[in-house]
């Protein structure tokens, strides 16, 4: 062809490297004293806890009821050998993910919609607008009585949570799609259908994500209060229960039990963020 | 497929496009009309703000004319399609697609299948010089490289009508010139009607067989320069008197716009 010399004018095609991989961040080479540094804070923190309630401090603040992190740490190895404690994990897990998974469908489904049909957005948003400043746990009384069962009604508090974060995330991922996407697609050939599928869904991908991620927050903070209020298992319910029947160490065991929990169910959201869109760029931070 | 020799035919015939309502319109473009020959390559030239993008947003089809007609081939212009595929100034590849699936997309949509079309988005990749690169993200791409991906993802369609939006406008000086060479390069294999806006008298007439000149807002066209200059074309001819000629005659044009 006699288009390749002037082709090799631009320097590309003399280039042998095939992909191309987004730059090394230097956090990973720096990595190496950061261990160190965030175990030691986190060894201060343990001591000034140990030292605090070895002590029973009281100044204002009282530890002298605050179990001593041995204390906790050995009731936590008997409660997860015991069989019902893994059964209180087991229905918190359900009724979140159950209560999650309804919510990304519905929050996703019509986020989309709302986004992007003016009809849906007429139709559907106000209720939505009309709902959302209420916590989900102002729902438990009414929750309680829409609901047949226990667990249905702790599933629709936790999706509830969940929902409002995902769809007004949803409807701000398609709101800011770019117009220049659109144009081009449709200078291409692609009819509305097509535009939905291949540009809004996938534009509104990092705000779902976003959403879905914030969702998880929410629905734990709901789970958890609502197990408090009104349960018979869960995590939230051991906690409470600890409390009232005077068992401080199971308290923190169940608070730290959360936290887990939370801690990993974010990580997969991030985990299932970064495995769908596998264009975007790693944070500005790690590049700095 | 379409035949690059007798296709590309555009015909502006007294367009005038006027934005906003109420009372408070804003008239882009007034009275506009020129024709291309198929296969020809037209610069629209004109100061910023003159309606030049607004005349190639008509051809595409995302803005409507309240009068006159724009007819491709004889058939008016009714919608966006990719017939008349376009290069924009912001790149506009889908980020979540890489680079072939990004020159696939027009095929796509015309539901050719898998094999065949991944051949073709080759095809055309390599014909800009980014063989290599299929599998990039647009974002791990350079400007220079991202506007590749975008001329080959609209000519994989064998449009009647390139239609490109100031491509090269948000490169760096180096990397233009590279770019124009390239696009010239390209367009002497896949003929193809070109209607390109530039704000650069140098691009407009590098690359031109002819140069439309618009006046300021409202737009109007001013004068139709022909570039006699002979093919294929090295940027060294932008200092042969003849390009010096016709430089002076256009500056001498567009400057006076430039003051209205």
């Known amino acids: 062809m006699s288009i390749t010399p002037r082709i090799q004018v631009a320097g590309v095609a003399t ?144 999706g509830l949570g969940a929902f409002f974060p995902i769809v007004l995330n949803t409807i701000h991922g398609v709101e800011g799609i770019d117009r220049g996407l659109v144009r081009a697609a449709m200078s291409l050939g692609a009819g509305r259908a097509s535009i939905f599928r291949e540009v809004v869904i996938p534009g509104a991908l990092p705000n779902i994500v976003t959403g879905l991620s914030v969702g998880m927050g929410v629905s734990w903070i709901c789970l958890i209060s609502a197990e408090m209020i009104s ?58 | 497929m379409i035949d690059g020799a007798k296709t590309g035919r555009i015909d502006l015939e007294d367009v005038r496009i006027a934005f906003g309502g109420n009372g408070h319109t804003v008239e882009a473009v007034q009275r506009f009309s020129l024709t291309t020959r198929p296969g020809e390559f037209v610069a629209l030239l004109g100061p910023s703000g003159c309606g030049k993008s ?31 595929g376009m290069v924009f100034q912001q790149h506009s590849l889908f980020p979540w697609k890489t680079v072939v ?17 991944n051949s073709a988005a080759r095809t055309y990749l390599h014909l800009v010089g980014l063989g290599g690169f299929e599998n990039a993200y647009p974002a791990q791409l ?57 704000h ?10 002819r140069v439309a000149v618009m006046t300021a807002r409202p737009g109007r066209l001013r004068d139709v320069v022909d570039v006699p200059l002979p093919r294929p074309r090295a940027p060294e001819i932008t200092t042969a008197p003849e390009f010096m000629r016709l430089k002076a005659h256009v500056f001498a044009q567009v400057r006076e716009e430039a003051l209205r």
């Open chain 2, 54 to 84: 607004t005349v190639l947003n008509a051809v595409a089809g995302f803005v409507r004319p309240l009068e006159g007609q724009v007819l491709v081939d004889g058939e008016p212009v009714a919608r966006p399609g990719a017939d008349r």
């Open chain 1, 231 to 288: 349960g018979q298992y869960g995590v939230g319910y051991f906690t409470w229960v600890a409390y009232g029947i005077v068992k401080y160490s199971s308290i923190i065991v169940g608070m730290l039990t959360i936290g887990v929990l939370g801690m990993i169910s974010s990580t997969l959201i991030r985990l299932a963020g970064a495995w769908l869109m596998p264009w975007r760029p790693r944070s500005a931070k790690e590049e700095a």
């Open chain 2, 200 to 209: 650069d008298i140098d691009e407009a007439l590098f690359l031109s067989d």
């Open chain 1, 15 to 158: 280039r042998a490297v095939p992909r191309v991989a987004w730059p090394v961040p230097r956090t990973r080479r720096l990595v190496s004293g950061r261990p160190l540094l965030r175990g030691l804070s986190l060894a201060v923190f343990l001591i000034g806890w140990h030292l605090a309630t070895t002590y029973q401090l009281d100044f204002y603040v009282r530890f002298q009821n605050i179990p001593t992190p041995a204390r906790v740490v050995s009731d936590a190895l008997t409660l997860f050998a015991s069989r019902a404690f893994w059964i209180h994990i087991g229905a918190s897990l359900e009724r979140i993910y159950l209560g999650f998974a309804i919510a990304t469908a519905l929050g996703v489904g019509l986020g989309l919609l709302i986004g992007w049909f003016r009809v849906a957005e007429d139709l559907l948003f106000p209720p939505i607008e009309l709902l959302r400043p209420i916590p989900a746990v102002a729902w438990v009384p009414i929750a309680i009585m829409l609901w047949p069962t226990e667990r249905s009604s702790i599933v629709f508090i936790t």
């Open chain 2, 101 to 117: 699936e990004n020159v696939e997309f027009g095929l796509k949509m015309r539901g050719v299948g898998r094999t065949e079309r």
């Open chain 2, 142 to 198: 350079s400007g220079g490289m991202q506007q590749r991906v975008g001329i080959a993802r609209v000519l994989v369609n064998r449009p009647r009508v390139m239609l490109m939006d100031e491509p090269f406008a948000a490169l760096d000086a180096q990397t233009r010139l590279t770019m124009q060479e390239l696009l010239l390069a390209v367009w002497q294999e896949v003929r193809t009607t070109v209607l390109f806006v530039t």
